[in-house]
């Protein structure tokens, strides 16, 4: 298979020089081992505990397993004996105390990320780096980088796109970003995703004592894939499941720790009572997304009415995977009220906010009408964007631009 260098690569190997332990955490088959091995030292050995003898040796005794394989690791599924974090951290802590220089001892993979964070910040406070690595950007597949993307107008003025049709968009919207898809043509799409389904429920899920009724769950995977860039109706959810909306709450949680869903928060402030507090969820893979739906081409999934929700959760999961790999988390959020006053988007930061509202059509009509009402939030409001399938970047108003889709 061919490799795709990935945008994450230098933050990696920065982060490495920087903290004794560096952890790349996501969904299966995202990469994360691949890219590790690919930008890993020639002294770095690799270990994975999928293998049981690896991960009998580091339960029973860590010591050991250090003697065996060295002090330089690169550690596949590393979730799967989550004690083995205390015996890293005594490592690095010996390693401090003898003058050695610990910084990049331990590479750490992980598939899921379901009680991980906790362990990880309890056993590892202060001496990891932690990233979240996502399917492959559109920027990642055409083998262009960038920064990650910036709302700020006098920042897109001068950047440089591509004009793609929205076929094209499409068609990679239906792809979606799994590597081994992108990057071999030959592999049967509907067979690769069953496949990849299988696996997570029976390797994954399965291990969760919150998760015991696996078929249950696959409907509600389906369900909020249905319903991706929607808000978040766990009432609604667990009657279409067969589950109390208790659990639905407790599954997307596992869904979003995972990496297979991104959760939108609302943007709201205490003493409102006016703004809604419902999240709104998003496949972080297209491709899965729209398998899990039965679209079964592309054209099917750009003139249905799923559309405009697929592009949408496209354009989030775009401006996720810039900020991710570059080991940053983005402040974004989403507006309503009781009014059902809606703005897609907004990102926040340093006192100001930027809206961005996100159409599939080339020049939507009237798509800044709820702009104004972010006035009485308290902060800046900065110019808006309207991300959708213009051909070039240029204003509708003097606080609103028109923003093509291939500039994020």
Same mark, same amino acid.
């Given at each position: 298979?061919?490799? $795709?260098?990935?945008?994450?690569?230098?933050?990696?190997?920065?982060?490495?020089?920087?903290? +004794?332990?560096?952890?790349?955490?996501?969904?299966?088959?995202?990469?994360?081992?691949?890219?590790?091995?690919? $930008?890993?030292?020639?002294?770095?050995?690799?270990?994975?505990?999928?293998?049981?003898?690896?991960?009998?040796?580091?339960?029973?005794? &860590?010591?050991?397993?250090?003697?065996?394989?060295?002090?330089?690791?690169?550690?596949?599924?590393?979730?799967?004996?989550?004690?083995?974090?205390?015996?890293?951290?005594?490592?690095?802590?010996?390693?401090?105390?003898?003058?050695?220089? &610990?910084?990049?001892?331990?590479?750490?993979?992980?598939?899921?990320?379901?009680?991980?964070?906790?362990?990880?910040?309890?056993?590892?406070?202060?001496?990891?780096?932690?990233?979240?690595?996502?399917?492959?950007?559109?920027? *990642?597949?055409?083998?262009?980088?960038? *920064?990650?993307?910036? &709302?700020?107008?006098?920042?897109?003025?001068?950047?440089?796109?591509?004009?793609?049709?929205?076929?094209?968009?499409?068609?990679?919207?239906?792809?979606?970003?799994?590597?081994?898809?992108?990057?071999?043509?030959?592999?049967?799409?509907?067979?690769?995703?069953?496949?990849?389904?299988?696996?997570?429920?029976?390797?994954?899920?399965?291990?969760?004592?919150?998760?015991?009724?696996?078929?249950?769950?696959?409907?509600?995977?389906?369900?909020?894939?249905?319903?991706?860039?929607?808000?978040?109706?766990?009432?609604?959810?667990?009657?279409?499941?067969?589950?109390?909306?208790?659990?639905?709450?407790?599954?997307?949680?596992?869904?979003?720790?995972?990496?297979?869903?991104?959760?939108?928060?609302?943007?709201?402030?205490?003493?409102?009572?006016?703004?809604?507090?419902?999240?709104?969820?998003?496949?972080?893979?297209?491709?899965?997304?729209?398998?899990?739906?039965?679209?079964?081409?592309?054209?099917?999934?750009?003139?249905?009415?799923?559309?405009?929700?697929?592009?949408?959760?496209?354009?989030?999961?775009?401006?996720?995977?810039?900020?991710?790999?570059?080991?940053?988390?983005?402040?974004?959020?989403?507006?309503?009220?009781?009014?059902?006053?809606?703005?897609?988007?907004?990102?926040?930061?340093?006192?100001?906010?930027? +809206?961005?509202?996100?159409?599939?059509?080339?020049?939507?009509?009237? &798509?800044?009408?709820?702009?104004?009402?972010?006035?009485?939030?308290?902060?800046?409001?900065?110019?808006?964007?309207? $991300?959708?399938?213009?051909?070039?970047?240029?204003?509708?108003?003097?606080?609103?631009?028109?923003?093509?889709?291939?500039?994020?």
């Amino acid at each position: 298979m061919k490799y $795709i260098p990935r945008a994450m690569e230098a933050s990696i190997l920065k982060a490495s020089s920087q903290y +004794p332990v560096v952890m790349v955490c996501g969904q299966r088959q995202t990469g994360k081992s691949t890219m590790l091995r690919h $930008i890993s030292e020639s002294d770095r050995r690799y270990v994975s505990f999928d293998r049981i003898e690896a991960r009998r040796l580091a339960q029973n005794d &860590p010591a050991l397993f250090f003697e065996t394989y060295g002090h330089k690791l690169l550690i596949d599924e590393f979730q799967r004996v989550p004690s083995f974090l205390l015996a890293i951290k005594d490592l690095v802590d010996n390693a401090e105390c003898s003058g050695e220089n &610990p910084y990049g001892m331990i590479w750490l993979t992980g598939s899921q990320r379901f009680e991980m964070m906790k362990n990880v910040s309890e056993s590892l406070a202060g001496r990891v780096a932690v990233f979240s690595l996502l399917p492959l950007s559109q920027r *990642e597949i055409e083998g262009s980088t960038s *920064e990650p993307f910036s &709302p700020d107008v006098d920042v897109l003025k001068g950047k440089k796109h591509e004009v793609k049709t929205l076929k094209e968009v499409f068609q990679r919207i239906f792809q979606g970003g799994m590597p081994k898809l992108v990057s071999d043509n030959s592999i049967d799409r509907d067979l690769y995703f069953s496949s990849y389904i299988n696996t997570y429920l029976e390797r994954d899920v399965c291990a969760l004592e919150q998760v015991g009724k696996l078929d249950e769950f696959r409907t509600l995977v389906t369900c909020l894939a249905a319903n991706t860039a929607q808000e978040l109706k766990y009432e609604t959810l667990a009657n279409e499941v067969g589950v109390s909306a208790v659990t639905i709450k407790s599954w997307v949680t596992v869904l979003e720790r995972s990496g297979i869903i991104f959760i939108l928060r609302p943007y709201y402030i205490n003493i409102s009572k006016r703004l809604v507090k419902t999240p709104k969820c998003y496949f972080l893979d297209t491709g899965l997304a729209a398998y899990l739906t039965s679209w079964p081409s592309y054209e099917t999934l750009m003139n249905g009415n799923a559309s405009g929700a697929f592009f949408e959760t496209f354009v989030v999961g775009e401006i996720l995977k810039g900020y991710y790999n570059s080991g940053k988390e983005p402040n974004l959020y989403y507006y309503r009220d009781i009014d059902k006053k809606e703005i897609d988007l907004l990102m926040v930061g340093a006192g100001c906010i930027y +809206p961005m509202e996100i159409k599939k059509a080339k020049t939507p009509s009237d &798509p800044d009408k709820n702009f104004s009402v972010l006035g009485k939030l308290g902060l800046e409001v900065k110019p808006g964007l309207i $991300i959708c399938m213009a051909d070039e970047f240029f204003p509708l108003k003097r606080d609103v631009w028109m923003c093509p889709v291939t500039m994020i």
